[in-house]
């Protein structure tokens, strides 16, 4: 099994809202990311945790706060967004080490009005 | 720094022809590959990998092609089918990072 689950699929906000993208994966991975996607364009990293720490924080605003609260899940809390911030937001995980596969869920499609 | 680059943004071919798609990087220091599909609607799903101890590496009608001389990487899909139609992504690494650098993207059309 190499499901990553991402809820919501599609989400959509005002800038003044909270909301949080949730991610979970159960292959025992101890490497998970989120990433963005803009239309038409390759996934950009955001975001890597490492053994439930944060091991890189690809310069990405204060507005998105990621948070892993165990081992198998991943979320992103999302507050005063702006529109340019409507993409596709990628979970992804990996075992441990690097130099290996990372295995992606389906998004969650978000816009922000 | 790594960057990416694809020769063709679209690719089409005739169903049941080969398929080749081709990616260029920068950074000598990259020795993980990866390749990825994306369908529509759909996250990136794994298709073959290569390290850069190997020159070739096959799966179920794919190769993977590197050439470290050329810094040239590329993806061949045998017998085409209507279900390749999607947005193929080159993406590499350095082994012991985890990050992953994404090529910009090739879209490949099967005709019927």
């Known amino acids: 099994d190499t499901e990553v689950t991402q809820t919501p699929k599609h989400l959509v906000m005002g800038m003044t809202n909270k909301k949080s993208l949730k991610c979970e994966q159960h292959?025992?991975?101890?490497?998970m990311y989120w990433y963005k996607q803009k239309a038409k364009k390759p996934p950009e990293l955001m975001f890597v945790?490492?053994?439930?720490?944060?091991?890189i924080n690809e310069s990405v605003p204060s507005r998105f706060s990621p948070e892993c609260p165990n081992s198998s899940l991943l979320n992103l809390h999302l507050h005063a967004l702006q529109p340019e911030d409507s993409a596709l937001y990628l979970c992804?995980?990996?075992?441990?080490?690097?130099?290996?596969?990372?295995?992606f869920g389906a998004g969650t499609r978000l816009s922000v009005l | 720094g790594e960057s990416v680059g694809l020769h063709l943004p679209t690719l089409s071919v005739q169903e049941g022809d080969n398929s080749i798609i081709n990616c260029a990087y920068s950074?000598?220091?990259?020795?993980?590959f990866i390749w990825y599909k994306q369908e529509s609607g759909k996250g990136p799903q794994f298709i073959i990998d290569?390290?850069?101890?190997?020159d070739k590496r096959q799966g179920q009608r794919v190769t993977v092609l590197l050439n470290k001389t050329v810094k040239h990487l590329s993806l061949q899909i045998a017998a085409t089918q209507p279900g390749d139609s999607a947005v193929y992504f080159c993406?590499?690494?350095?082994?012991?990072?985890?990050?992953?650098?994404f090529g910009s993207g090739t879209r490949l059309l099967v005709r019927p």
């Open positions: 992804a995980s990996s075992p441990g080490t690097g130099g290996n596969i990372q295995y």
């Open positions: 292959m025992g991975h101890r490497a």
């Open positions: 945790y490492s053994y439930e720490k944060l091991s």
């Open positions: 950074n000598s220091a990259s020795d993980y």
């Open positions: 290569i390290r850069s101890n190997m």
């Open positions: 993406a590499l690494m350095a082994d012991s990072s985890y990050k992953l650098i």
